[in-house]
């Protein structure tokens, strides 16, 4: 049975740090890409970064570039968002979500076929 699971979310304050774990069960690691996509109510869930495992591929929206990186931990299947100078416009839950392959910016939700449950992440001014 594939699982993902998340972690790490809370409230933080502007400018501050959190740091967001997808860590992972049931299908081969090293052959997908995962990926973070966040969602606030009303919304469609916008990717946000993603790692491969199968070719070192990432990307990062714009709107978080320069301020989240991503990190993958083969033995521990787990998949990292470090989140820094954080912005009230980052308040969302975040899901982690995992497709074969490579990432690319051009997939859209609905082509991942696991999901995590999502964690909050709450950034108040």
């Known amino acids: 049975e594939v699982q993902l699971v998340e972690s790490g979310g809370g409230l933080v304050q502007t400018g501050g740090s959190l740091r967001l774990s997808c860590t992972t069960s049931?299908?081969?690691?090293?052959?997908?890409?995962i990926a973070w996509f966040r969602q606030v109510p009303g919304k469609e869930r916008e990717a946000v970064s993603c790692?491969?495992?199968?070719?070192?591929?990432?990307y990062f929206a714009d709107s978080v570039k320069g301020r989240f990186t991503i990190s993958s931990a083969t033995a521990e299947h787990t998949v990292r968002l470090q989140m820094n100078s954080l912005k009230p416009e980052d308040t969302a839950v975040y899901f982690c979500?995992?497709?074969?392959?490579?990432?690319?910016?051009?997939?859209?939700?609905?082509?991942?076929?696991?999901w995590g449950q999502g964690t909050r992440v709450t950034v108040s001014s």
């Open positions: 979500a995992a497709i074969k392959g490579y990432c690319s910016p051009y997939l859209m939700a609905y082509e991942y076929p696991h």
């Open positions: 790692f491969s495992n199968w070719d070192g591929s990432t």
């Open positions: 049931g299908f081969t690691f090293d052959d997908y890409a």
